[in-house]
């Protein structure tokens, strides 16, 4: 087993917490695939506005994911990232592949989000009763960035209206 570098938490948190940090990152990578499937696919007023934004909002999770497989790692754990374990562990709804209007996208993204900032907050808890500060400080970092890329994909205008 690897080295674990948290050496102040006891074994059955750092368990929970490791536990706990792959479930987030099943979420992240289903979403930032959920994410780019809708980059590829959208259409309408707007386009390129949007098209650009899903960029940036899939580099915000792709960095979150790092974050928590890295942070997995240093507590002697193993991310557990592979497509197939995304696929089987991911809390999320399986996201839509026949739509292609932009409002259609926006909605499933939004949908999508607030149940992942949803799950996000509980692990903050979850990280507070375990005792695990840095943990729920990287929590609260993912969810405060994916509640800003939420009302950024929210707000468009051409969606919107």
Same mark, same amino acid.
């Given at each position: 087993?690897?080295?674990?570098?948290?050496?102040?938490?006891? *074994?059955?948190?750092?368990?929970?917490? !490791? @536990?706990?940090?792959?479930?987030?990152?099943?979420?992240? !990578?289903?979403?930032?695939? %959920?994410?780019?499937?809708?980059?590829?696919?959208?259409?309408?007023?707007?386009?390129?506005?949007?098209?650009?934004?899903?960029?940036?909002?899939?580099?915000?999770?792709?960095?979150?994911?790092?974050?928590? %497989? *890295?942070?997995?790692?240093?507590?002697?754990?193993?991310?557990?990232?592979?497509?197939?374990?995304?696929?089987?562990?991911?809390?999320? =709804?399986?996201?839509?592949?026949?739509?292609?209007?932009? =409002?259609?996208?926006?909605?499933?993204?939004?949908?999508?989000?607030? +149940?992942?900032?949803?799950?996000?907050?509980?692990? !903050?808890?979850?990280?507070?009763? @375990?005792?695990?500060?840095?943990?729920?400080?990287?929590?609260?970092?993912?969810?405060?960035?994916?509640?800003?890329?939420?009302?950024?994909?929210?707000?468009?205008?051409? +969606? +919107? +209206?």
């Amino acid at each position: 087993m690897p080295q674990n570098f948290v050496p102040f938490l006891k *074994e059955n948190a750092r368990k929970e917490m !490791i @536990a706990v940090l792959n479930e987030r990152l099943a979420d992240t !990578i289903d979403l930032s695939h %959920a994410v780019k499937q809708a980059h590829w696919n959208l259409k309408g007023t707007g386009f390129i506005g949007v098209h650009e934004l899903l960029d940036d909002v899939t580099a915000n999770l792709r960095n979150g994911a790092d974050d928590m %497989a *890295e942070r997995i790692a240093m507590m002697g754990g193993l991310a557990q990232g592979t497509s197939k374990t995304v696929a089987e562990k991911s809390s999320l =709804e399986p996201y839509p592949t026949d739509i292609v209007k932009i =409002e259609d996208h926006v909605a499933a993204l939004v949908e999508r989000y607030n +149940a992942y900032t949803t799950k996000l907050r509980e692990g !903050i808890e979850a990280a507070d009763e @375990a005792g695990d500060e840095d943990t729920a400080d990287l929590f609260t970092e993912v969810s405060r960035a994916a509640e800003k890329d939420a009302w950024f994909i929210g707000s468009n205008s051409s +969606a +919107a +209206a």
